[in-house]
């Protein structure tokens, strides 16, 4: 009887898990379509993030420090906010949570830098606000714990970051590794106004990470590049890469010739923004069937 029991309880397990998000025919067939051209405005298009239908993104390094909101439909910026009291050494991730947005000056490809800036605006400035400077509710001052670092062989000025994710009280940054294409995440509270990145997982990616996004409590995105070619990796994991497992990976033929830079996740479908390169900077769409 309990032999019988056992084989029912593993068969409802199999047809259980038969749907979920980690298998991988979910992800086997996709089509990558371009959105709109983006202005001229974004054309070192880094971070992105839809809001209220608007998409949101800025300008990396040495740029001002101005946050563009894009309508899509028509390629064109429909507002724009300069950030108080903020510089634009290397803005490159941006992320959410219900109240916030968090912009991120973590970028180091100098390699000059052993802190950093996240900038948190609340989204009701963006939405609400007629003025067009926006002053941050908070600046969180960023820096890498050495003990972390030791543990991926780098040095405080040798780390490079281009993603950011949010997860309950703390941000998650997902280092970018130019040598051994592997990814690093480093936690920082939310809460304090200094805050020192501890090292928590990482997971061999097999490129250059540019950007990162959520999907659920339990999968995230991971989109970046090698040898001029893009590529998107969906994980089983949350934000600290612990446990990770690769759920679906893909060599984005479509995208070749573009530096992309942003990733966002709206609607079950992907968008994934370039900057001007060898091709116009860009907005596409990837969606499954």
Same mark, same amino acid.
């Given at each position: 009887?309990?032999?019988?029991? *056992?084989?029912?309880?593993? *068969?409802?397990? /199999? ?11 979910? $992800? ?5 379509? @371009? %959105? ?9 298009? +880094?971070? !992105?993030? $839809?809001?209220?239908? %608007? ?5 990396? +390094?040495? =740029?001002?420090?101005? &946050? ?12 724009? *906010?300069? !950030? ?15 109240? =916030? ?7 180091? =490809? ?21 003025? @067009? ?23 405080? %000025? ?8 949010? @997860? ?10 130019? *040598? ?8 920082? +509270? ?16 097999? $490129?250059?990470?540019?950007?990162? %996004?959520?999907? #659920? ?9 090698? #040898? ?6 969906? /994980?089983?994991? #949350? ?18 010739? $573009?530096?992309?830079?942003? &990733? ?12 001007? /390169? ?12």
């Amino acid at each position: 009887m309990r032999n019988l029991v *056992f084989i029912a309880i593993f *068969f409802i397990f /199999l047809a259980c898990t038969a749907n979920s998000v980690s298998d991988t025919n979910e $992800f086997k067939n996709y089509t990558i379509t @371009k %959105v709109c051209d983006l202005p001229e405005e974004v054309i070192e298009t +880094s971070g !992105i993030l $839809f809001l209220d239908g %608007v998409l949101w993104t800025f300008n990396d +390094s040495g =740029n001002d420090p101005i &946050l563009y909101g894009i309508d899509t439909s028509a390629g064109e910026v429909v507002k724009s *906010f300069e !950030i108080a009291t903020a510089e634009n050494i290397d803005w490159e991730a941006i992320t959410e949570d219900h109240q =916030n947005i968090y912009i991120a000056d973590v970028g180091n =490809n100098g390699n000059s830098r052993d802190t950093y800036e996240i900038y948190v605006l609340s989204k009701d400035s963006l939405t609400k606000q007629s003025t @067009k400077k926006i002053h941050p509710s908070k600046v969180i001052r960023f820096e890498y714990s050495e003990t972390g670092l030791e543990d991926i062989n780098l040095n405080a %000025v040798d780390v490079d970051c281009e993603a950011i994710l949010s @997860k309950e009280d703390s941000l998650v940054l997902l280092t970018k590794d130019w *040598f051994y294409y592997s990814v690093a995440a480093f936690t920082c +509270s939310k809460t304090a106004s200094h805050s020192t990145g501890e090292l928590q997982g990482s997971f061999e990616l097999g $490129f250059a990470a540019t950007a990162a %996004v959520r999907m #659920d409590e339990n999968h995230l995105a991971i989109l970046g590049y090698k #040898d001029y070619r893009s590529y998107l990796v969906i /994980l089983d994991s #949350d934000p600290t890469l612990r446990h990770a497992k690769e759920v679906a990976r893909f060599e984005l033929y479509d995208l070749e010739g $573009f530096q992309t830079e942003g &990733l966002c996740y709206a609607d079950g479908k992907f968008y994934i923004s370039s900057e001007s /390169l060898s091709m116009p900077q860009a907005l596409f769409r990837m969606e499954f069937h």
